[in-house]
T-cell receptor
Framework: AQSVAQPEDQVNVAEGNPLTVKCTYS??????LFWYVQYPNRGLQFLLK??????LVKGSYGFEAEFNKSQTSFHLKKPSALVSDSALYFC??????????????FGKGTHLIIQP | DTAVSQTPKYLVTQMGNDKSIKCEQN?????MYWYKQDSKKFLKIMFS???????INETVPNRFSPKSPDKAHLNLHINSLELGDSAVYFC?????????????FGNGTRLTVT
């Protein structure tokens, strides 16, 4: 079984400061990891993914994430936060040993609030 | 060009009624899903279809019945609606067999049962 933990319900960051949204995962095989963002009354938008290769992956809107196999973590980061980054962020995992139709398992989400 | 579209966007109905939510994707994907997002924003997979065949059926009441007339459509029919069915329902799709491919989500259908 696969699972994702996002330990923080909410993260508050001042505009211009770096931000980190934490995610840890558990899978039986090799993980495929994803970050999504959800704005109010909207669907989930894909930000970035880790499949293999470089542990630091870059995605949309200046976001990046660092894969750490030993710590089973995939934290989302951005060097300089914008007020418009305020949204709900989801980490998700798919176990490589599963088929594509297994879908993704999501964390409970982290509200990111960027203060002007 | 909406990739994954759901209708209706909002659905308000009374307990005991039957309702349907429609989903269409124009991405050429083979696999489609229904997810439920509850009031605490937790996302849980309900169903997965691959080329019109049911693949995943999580612990969902029998009142929920998905139907896939073709691989571009996955509709969700709900019988005898209950208060606890109130949630946002998301449709999503992905190419078959591409395990590293992200899911593409629709904008959701907010179901309110009164």
């Amino acid at each position: 079984a696969q699972s994702v933990a996002q330990p923080e319900d909410q993260v508050n960051v001042a505009e211009g400061n770096p931000l980190t949204v934490k995610c840890t995962y558990s899978v039986s095989g090799n993980p495929y990891l994803f970050w999504y963002v959800q704005y109010p009354n909207r669907g989930l938008q894909f930000l970035l993914k880790y499949i293999t290769g470089d542990n630091l992956v870059k995605g949309s809107y200046g976001f990046e994430a660092e894969f750490n196999k030993s710590q089973t973590s995939f934290h989302l980061k951005k060097p300089s936060a914008l007020v418009s980054d305020s949204a709900l962020y989801f980490c998700a995992v798919r176990d490589y040993s599963g088929g594509g139709a297994d879908g993704l398992t999501f964390g409970k989400g982290t509200h990111l609030i960027i203060q002007p | 060009d909406t990739a994954v579209s759901q209708t209706p966007k909002y659905l308000v109905t009374q307990m005991g009624n039957d309702k349907s939510i429609k989903c269409e994707q124009n991405l050429g994907h083979d696999t489609m899903y229904w997810y439920k997002q509850d009031s605490k924003k937790f996302l849980k997979i309900m169903f997965s279809y691959n080329n019109k065949e049911l693949i995943i059926n999580e612990t969902v009441p029998n009142r929920f019945s998905p139907k896939s007339p073709d691989k571009a459509h996955l509709n969700l029919h709900i019988n005898s609606l209950e208060l606890g069915d109130s949630a946002v329902y998301f449709c999503a799709s992905t190419p078959q067999g591409y395990y590293n491919s992200p899911l593409h989500f629709g904008n959701g259908t907010r179901l309110t049962v009164t």
